[in-house]
């Protein structure tokens, strides 16, 4: 019998050895002919920020850029300064409404989705429910009541008209649920024993738990914040983002062209670099998404 189940192994074991690395070839393969065209596009904005006026204009486009030229960037920050509102003030509103809405919607995403993950009330599913139904409607759907709320309220011109929305933002309950319910109750137990209270419950064992989670979600929210130009409620210049000023110089014409290809790959850069400093915590959070008690 004993030799039997090694034949049966050393057989599995040797099938598997071979097909993974057939599997692996091919999916090497794929996954190089995947990556190649996905970062194309991130090689073109690269290039194009460096390149001249002919070569941006050269038909057919070429990827690589042939005379590099720091032209682009000069002739942005001098657009930039020679506006009436400084370029430091949109900075600093790009990061009041970025950081207020990524924050925030972190904080009470997670707050409401503690007691929806670990205690039990009447209505709880139905709440729940209604989170995963409005993830169907798109945010276009939602534009005049959001602002018929924002007058009622009379935050418009004002930071918390586009800080406020970024809170309800229903994936963030979704997935902080999702992985609060992975953790064990017994956890929660122990500390009720040890004489927690649900607030140093929260902060001090569901949270830290789930860092990859509000870490994820926090990358998806800077990227929807940063993209904000906050036209429909900002009035006031010196309110509007960092955002807004760079997409009215891309639509200055063939004269700005070389400053809208450095206004691209700042716009792209921003969201990137954040993504590469949570980038281990996402894969973390990929990698533990199907764990269980």
Partial sequence: MKSMLKKLFRHRKNKQINRSIAGNTLLFIL??????????????????????????????????????????????????????????????????????????????????????AKHKFPGRDILFNMVVLSMMFSWTVTQIPQYLI????????NYLALILPAWSFGMGLYLMKQ??????????????????????????????NVKPAWLTLAIFQFQQMWINTGSMFLRDEQLKPLQYALQQITAGGVARAGAAA????????????????????????MTTSGMKE
């Avoid at 207020?100 to 009470?108: E, K, P, R, T």
């Avoid at 924002?150 to 011109?157: E, K």
């Avoid at 992985?179 to 064990?184: A, L, R, T």
């Avoid at 004489?195 to 140093?200: K, L, R, V």
């Fill in 31 to 116: 996954m190089g002919i995947c990556g190649i065209f996905m970062v194309l596009p991130l090689v073109m904005i690269v290039n194009n920020a460096v390149k001249p006026l002919d070569e941006l204009y050269q038909y057919p486009p070429k990827i690589f850029v042939r005379n590099p030229v720091f032209t682009n960037f000069s002739d942005l920050f001098t657009l930039m300064n020679d506006s009436w509102i400084p370029f430091s003030r949109y900075i600093l509103n790009s990061v009041i409404i970025t950081g207020g809405g990524v924050v925030g919607h972190v904080l009470c995403a997670s707050l409401a989705a503690y007691p929806l």
């Fill in 150 to 157: 924002i007058s009622m309220l009379h935050i418009n011109n």
């Fill in 262 to 285: 450095a206004v691209t790959f700042i716009i792209a850069a921003i969201p990137i670099v954040f993504f590469l400093l949570c980038q281990s915590n996402v894969l973390e959070t």
């Fill in 179 to 208: 992985f609060m319910e992975q953790i064990p109750d017994s956890l929660r137990e122990s500390a009720k024993l040890d004489g927690a209270s649900e607030w140093q419950i929260f902060w001090r064992i569901i949270m830290p």
